[in-house]
């Protein structure tokens, strides 16, 4: 069966630091990769899109990476403020035509000054 | 704020019983999607409708049913509640057709005593 694996159900950095979330996907071809930020409470943000022909994609201090072959996603917040601090979602959309996305658990990112 | 609009903000009832939630899509957009939130089952789709039809159906059980205006708006309807339907219930949109991040609301807080 399908399934999304985020690496780890929390994660603590310094401020300052690089952050680096993971995404691993199996049994899924997915077309489109996203990633979205979740405050406490509140509903997801979108972030970053990827598609599957793209490697890279940047925003500001947000990089995301996709290797269709490892089948895995590297989300990583450079510079991090302990304003980063929120449970991030990695979201995997097939390209079936219905725009239905399949949303890992999160991780949640503490960032301590 | 997203411009997703999703009433009532939190609803408690009891076992049993039948409540509506209400969601509107930002100005534009056509395709609405629902998503329940619980703590051991993170964010789950239940339903897409684009432009009044149904496009996609996720996990959704046969107690809960949608559906989608001519206005846009959509409501999702759960019925003969049970404890277990406890959860965060949110509405997203996007634009529909090649547009596939999605805007989401503050969400339903539901409570089943």
């Known amino acids: 069966s399908q399934k999304i694996e985020q690496n780890s159900e929390a994660l603590n950095i310094q401020e300052g630091k690089t952050a680096t979330l993971t995404c691993n996907y199996t049994?899924?071809?997915?077309?489109?990769l996203q990633w979205y930020r979740q405050d406490p409470g509140r509903g997801p943000v979108f972030l970053l899109l990827?598609?599957?022909?793209?490697k890279e994609k940047r925003k500001e201090r947000l990089k995301v990476t996709f290797d269709t072959t490892l089948k895995q996603s590297l989300f990583h917040i450079t510079a991090s403020q302990p304003a980063d601090s929120a449970t991030y979602l990695c979201?995997?959309?097939?390209?079936?035509?219905?725009?239905?996305?399949?949303f890992g658990k999160g991780t949640k990112l503490s960032v301590i000054p | 704020d997203s411009g997703v609009t999703q009433t009532p903000k939190h609803l408690i009832t009891a076992t049993g019983q039948r409540v509506t939630l209400r969601c509107s899509p930002r100005?534009?957009?056509?395709?609405v999607y629902w998503y329940q939130q619980s703590l051991d089952q993170g964010l789950q789709f239940l339903i897409q409708?684009?432009?009044?039809?149904?496009?996609a159906k996720g996990n959704i059980l046969e107690r809960f049913s949608a559906q989608q205006f001519p206005d846009l708006h959509s409501e999702l309807n759960l019925s003969s509640l049970e404890l277990g339907d406890s959860a965060l219930y949110f509405c997203?949109?996007?634009?529909?057709?090649?547009?596939?991040?999605?805007?989401f609301g503050p969400g339903t807080r539901l409570t089943v005593l």
């Open positions: 997203a949109s996007s634009a529909g057709p090649n547009v596939f991040e999605q805007f």
């Open positions: 049994n899924y071809s997915p077309a489109y």
């Open positions: 100005s534009g957009d056509l395709s």
């Open positions: 979201a995997l959309h097939s390209g079936a035509g219905s725009y239905q996305l399949t």
């Open positions: 409708y684009y432009n009044g039809e149904e496009r």
């Open positions: 990827i598609r599957e022909n793209e």
